[in-house]
């Protein structure tokens, strides 16, 4: 095949020229760079063709033309296409929720009319009006065809869909199940929902009100909402089975200082823990105003061990936001990415998730070079500075990430639209970048046991524990056992709470000065679900860890009870930068919570006093999960919170189980 034959049938991408090239050139850069001519001059000729050159809007509206459209036999419609999907230059934005707020209120259409689209920034938005024009029809098409029950109220629904505001809250929750799929038809990953309760609230007491629907209606609509969300887990799927990111946000704080919940927050709460899926899940935003009967609710929906609700403290976070920066009406409502981290929703760029940082690295480089150090002020001392060093090479190597154009979360982002600008060239209100860190709990541990086996008692000199750790501590049991029961990080005590603290305000003193390509600036936080991932490569250390062994897990720790770690959390500096989400996560046997039920309510509205950031658990016991492990096929449905995501148990990789196991049995042990 000749190079005009190559253009002429649109073989123009780098793997499909490979073949014609490698008759001509043997080397892998003359191949590549056969391939860009070829793409230059295919380029070319559509322009002297009058073909305009490829686009992402005009992508977008190529895929929503071509996707299989799947009509269910009955309720809400919500398919996938899992077999298509747009290639993108740049990282794609992910970790997020869209405003679907703006999508009820006013239809897409009509907001249209509100953004220009005579220049290339409205151009490529028109792209995707029209190519969700496409699809929509598409599915009134088949709807009208097909044996569904309801087909005309479906149809009448999806052709209100781009034109008018939602007429009642069931096609108010088909709207937003429509415009989720599209965010995962085009590639974004970990898609949230936002404020349920908040944005669906108007339309619930208006359709009550009126007698349109009722409670029992209500319920029978979410349940199926839940259901279909639930679908296509496994395209879904990211890092592990079940990390889909569909969070849920409900409750809160209020601008005027009151808390907002209503029906319609324990309806949604209830049909989560009735759907018995590990997504998508829900985050209860609390705060110590919130009524008691709600942390009730929550409290008894926890009993359904999906590991939702998730709490996030309301009365800690929003003056975290606003001391950041973030405007008032902002602040106050504040969704998360797709775990936890705080995400203001439709008017940033922000990507959370941007990469893990490891405060063991800067450990390692402590433990490799030893001379000079005299004292344990010495020791901390070169730790700081050894990290502070480490996180700045970290941060250059995020500082230069490309984005792929996003028209059509640009076009619901609210300064992108006035600015003229995609959310790829900043055109957002926020353009902030957020990392999450592992193994500070194991780093302040070892800093404190090697202060006691060295520079207390003279038990040990730096220079045998360096080599007990190149070792992988063979012929040191006595150590690990030792390091095991003297754990530090999460008990209350001021020494250790100074010690965290100034290890991470030294980074904060970093993460103030970054700035990336739009301008903004970097925050970081405490946890991350990279605990059992970014651990696999790294040496032990002196917190009982062997090579290879998982980090501590968020804010935790085995051997203190739940009341002392919340007394621990409450007393972190999460200031400066370190708001990045910072989660407290421990296990409590079923047994136990049904028979004190009142007091672990007690407990919950005790903790917000005591200024938790965020907090989760997993309401299962030990023994449960030992069977489960060695008797996969008795627990099909057995679910178990991981990180910010939950998953079925019989899923998860041998090193997730052993450790769930492992701090299922600690945690009986200080109930």
């Known amino acids: 095949m000749g190079l005009k034959s190559v253009i002429k049938n649109d073989l123009w991408r780098v793997n499909y020229i490979y073949p014609f090239a490698k008759k001509h050139l043997a080397d892998e850069k003359g191949k590549a760079d056969l391939a860009r001519h070829v793409l230059s001059a295919y380029r070319n000729i559509r322009r002297i063709k009058g073909h305009p050159p490829r686009t992402v809007g005009g992508d977008i509206k190529a895929l929503l033309g071509k996707i299989e459209i799947t009509i269910p036999e009955s309720g809400f419609v919500y398919f996938i296409d899992e077999h298509k999907t747009i290639a993108l230059p740049g990282n794609v934005f992910n970790n997020m929720t869209i405003d679907y707020e703006k999508l009820l209120v006013q239809g897409f259409h009509e907001r249209l009319k509100d953004v220009a689209v005579d220049d290339a920034y409205g151009k490529q938005i028109q792209l995707i009006a029209e190519g969700l024009q496409g699809l929509v029809g598409r599915i009134v098409i088949a709807l009208k065809a097909s044996k569904h029950p309801e087909k005309e109220k479906r149809a009448a629904e999806f052709e209100n869909m781009l034109e008018k505001p939602a007429q009642g809250f069931e096609e108010a929750l088909q709207r937003v199940l429509f415009f989720n799929q599209v965010m995962w038809q085009t590639r974004h990953r970990l898609n949230g929902l936002g404020h349920m309760d908040w944005y669906l609230d108007p339309y619930y007491q208006e359709d009550i009100r009126s007698g349109r629907i009722t409670e029992a209606d209500v319920d029978k609509l979410l349940d199926d909402f839940y259901t279909k969300l639930s679908g296509y887990s496994y395209y879904k799927a990211d890092a592990l089975a079940g990390d889909i990111g569909q969070i849920i946000v409900l409750g809160g704080l209020k601008e005027d200082g009151t808390y907002f919940c209503s029906r319609l927050t324990e309806q949604i709460m209830r049909a989560q823990a009735r759907a ?22 929550a409290v008894e929906c926890l009993q359904s061990a999906t590991g939702s609700p998730m709490f996030a403290n309301d009365d800690v976070v929003i003056p975290l936001l606003l001391d950041f920066g973030y405007a008032r009406e902002d602040a106050y409502s504040y969704c998360v990415s797709a775990c936890w981290e705080p995400y203001i929703v439709g008017k940033s760029f922000e990507q959370n998730n941007m990469a893990t940082y490891d405060f063991s690295i800067a450990f390692g480089k402590l433990m490799e070079d030893t001379a000079g150090i005299g004292s344990f002020d010495d020791m901390l001392e070169r730790y700081i500075h050894l990290n502070e060093e480490t996180f700045k090479k970290f941060l250059k190597g995020i500082k230069g990430q490309k984005w792929a154009k996003d028209p059509l979360v640009s076009f619901l982002t609210d300064d992108c639209n006035e600015r003229r600008k995609d959310l790829s060239e900043g055109g957002a209100k926020y353009n902030n970048y957020g990392v999450t860190t592992v193994a500070l709990a194991n780093v302040v541990d070892s800093l404190l046991n090697i202060r006691e086996l ?84 790294m040496p032990g250390d002196y917190s009982g860890r062997k090579a290879g062994d998982p980090y501590s897990t968020h804010i935790s720790c085995m051997g203190a009870g739940y009341t002392e770690l919340v007394n621990f959390s409450g007393q972190l500096d999460y200031n400066c930068q370190r708001f990045n989400g910072n989660v407290d996560d421990f296990f409590v046997s079923p047994d136990f919570l049904q028979k004190n039920k009142d007091k672990f309510v007690a407990f919950m509205m005790l903790a917000i006093r005591q200024g938790f950031f965020e907090m989760q658990m997993n309401i299962m016991d030990s023994k449960t999960l030992i069977d489960a492990k060695e008797h996969p096929e008795r627990y099909p449905g057995l679910i178990v919170r991981v990180w910010g995501m939950s998953a079925y148990f019989h899923e998860l990789p041998e090193s997730y189980k052993n450790l769930l196991i492992e701090r299922a049995i600690e945690a009986e042990k200080v109930a």
């Open 454 to 537: 060295v520079f207390e008692k003279g038990k040990y000199s730096l220079e045998q524990l360096a080599e007990f750790r190149k070792k992988d501590f063979k012929g040191a049991d006595g150590l690990v056992e030792f390091c095991r029961e003297n754990r530090h990080y999460g008990h209350e005590n001021e020494e250790v709470l100074i010690l965290v603290n100034r290890i991470t305000r030294s980074q904060s003193d970093i993460a103030v000065r970054f700035k990336n390509m739009f301008g903004g600036t970097i925050k970081f936080g405490l946890s991350s679900p990279g605990y059992n991932a970014a651990c696999k490569k």
């Open 276 to 297: 018995n899926v590990p997504d998508p899940k829900t985050i209860l935003r609390v705060c110590s105003s919130m009524p008691r009967e709600l942390m009730k609710i």
